[in-house]
C-alpha cells in the first residue's frame, strides 16, 4: 500500500466522482511545481457531477463567503468566550452558538461521543441494505481514521516527510439504524424531503442517509445548521462502506471524508493555491481535486503532494483536528 499525506483524507474532494463510467486516470493537467499558477478546478471538471474527479461534494464556497464565515466562526467564539467570564463573575451568560432548530441530542452528545444515526435508503425491493456488520465496520473505520491510525497502525510516513497523523477529538458511536423503503428517496431524489422526514438528534448528531447516486458522498457544514437544521449529515453511496462493492472505494473512507465536511473541513483545494486556501496551516495547498492515487503529483507550487483513492487516504494533521475542535465548538457545542 502506498503511503500518502496525511491531509489525503479530506484533501480530494472525494467524492463527486460519477459512478456511472469507469473511473480514469486524473483528468487534470498536473501544474507542477516553480510558480505555475492553479488552473480552475471548475474549469477542469471539479464542478459537482464533473467526470470522474472528487469534488463538488459540498455546496460551493467563494472567497468571499469563506471570508464572512471564518468571520462570524470568529464572532461566535468571542461571544463564547464572554458568556464563560460573565458566567464565572456569577452572571448567566446566554447560550450561544451551536444550533436552534432541529431535534434534541442523545443524553452525553459531544465530539468526542457524537451519536451516529443511519438511515438505509432502500428501493421500495429492498435493494441497498448493508449489513450490521458493515455499518459497525464503518463506525470502526473512522474512530480509527479520526484517531491518528490506519489499520496497519501506520501514524506517520515512513521516511519521515510527512508529520504524524493527529489523533483528532472525534469519536463516534452508533446511536440508531433504520430504514425506509422508498425508490425515489434511495436515488437521493427528494433529499430535502426525505432527510427533513427522518433526520434524528440535535446539532451534536451525525445522520448518515445510505443512498443509490453517482456520487460517493455529500456532506452539509457546520456552520448552515442554524439555518437548516432539518437536512444536516452526509448522504453516502451505500456500497462505499466497507465490504461495498465499489473498486478503489470500498474501505469506509467516503464517510469519513464526508463527515470531515460535516466536522468544519474544507477541500485542501478550497480557494485554490492560496494563502488562506483551506485555512488549515498544515495542509499542503493544492489546485484541484486528484483521481486515483497519483504518487508525486503536485497541482500547487506550495509545498505538499496531492492526494486519493481509499486505499492511499491516510489521516488528519494536527491542524486540520484544532479546527474539527473549533469548528464543533462555534456551531456544534
Ligand atoms: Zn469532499
Redo the contacts with the bound molecule.
Keep these: 500500500m502506498v503511503r500518502k499525506p496525511l491531509y489525503a483524507l ?1 484533501a480530494s ?3 463527486a466522482v460519477a459512478l456511472a463510467g469507469p473511473i480514469s486516470p486524473a483528468q487534470a493537467t498536473v501544474v507542477d511545481g516553480g510558480s505555475s499558477p492553479c488552473f480552475d478546478p471548475v474549469a477542469a471538471g471539479a464542478a459537482r457531477g464533473g467526470p470522474n474527479l ?1 469534488a463538488g ?2 455546496r460551493a464556497v467563494t472567497a468571499a463567503e469563506q471570508l464572512q464565515i471564518a468571520q462570524r466562526t470568529q464572532r461566535i467564539l468571542d461571544a463564547k468566550v464572554l458568556d464563560g467570564l460573565k458566567a464565572l463573575l456569577g452572571g448567566k451568560g446566554k447560550p450561544g452558538g451551536g444550533g436552534g432548530g432541529g431535534g434534541a441530542d442523545p443524553a452525553g452528545a459531544a465530539l468526542t461521543n457524537i451519536p451516529v444515526y443511519v438511515h438505509q435508503m432502500l428501493s421500495a425491493s429492498g435493494a441497498g441494505r448493508v449489513s450490521q456488520a458493515q455499518i459497525d465496520a464503518q463506525i470502526a473505520e473512522m474512530n480509527q481514521d479520526y484517531a491518528g491510525q490506519d489499520a496497519s497502525g501506520h501514524t506517520g510516513s515512513p521516511n519521515g516527510d510527512q508529520p504524524a497523523a493527529a489523533k483528532t477529538a472525534a469519536h463516534f458511536y452508533l446511536a440508531g439504524v433504520d430504514e425506509y423503503l422508498n425508490n425515489s428517496w434511495h436515488q437521493d431524489r427528494s433529499s430535502t424531503t426525505y432527510r427533513a422526514q427522518t433526520r434524528k438528534g440535535g446539532p451534536k448528531s451525525l445522520n448518515i442517509w445510505l443512498v443509490d447516486f453517482k456520487y460517493l458522498g455529500i ?1 452539509t457544514f457546520p456552520w448552515d445548521y442554524a439555518a437548516n437544521p432539518s437536512i444536516d449529515g452526509i448522504r453516502v453511496q451505500w456500497d462505499s462502506l466497507p465490504g461495498g462493492d465499489i473498486a478503489h472505494y470500498n474501505l469506509g473512507k467516503t464517510a469519513t ?2 463527515a470531515g ?1 460535516w466536522l468544519g473541513l474544507y ?1 485542501t483545494f478550497q480557494g485554490g493555491c492560496t494563502a488562506t486556501n483551506d485555512e488549515v496551516a498544515d495542509t499542503p495547498a493544492q489546485a484541484t481535486s486528484t483521481t486515483g492515487c497519483p504518487e508525486g503529483q503536485d497541482t500547487c507550487s506550495l509545498p505538499g503532494l496531492d492526494p486519493s483513492y481509499d486505499e492511499c487516504y491516510d489521516e488528519f494533521t494536527p491542524n486540520q483536528s484544532s479546527r474539527i475542535s473549533t469548528m464543533w465548538t462555534a456551531y456544534r457545542a
Design positions: 479530506i474532494g472525494a467524492i472528487r461534494d459540498t456532506a471524508h464526508e465536511h477541500h
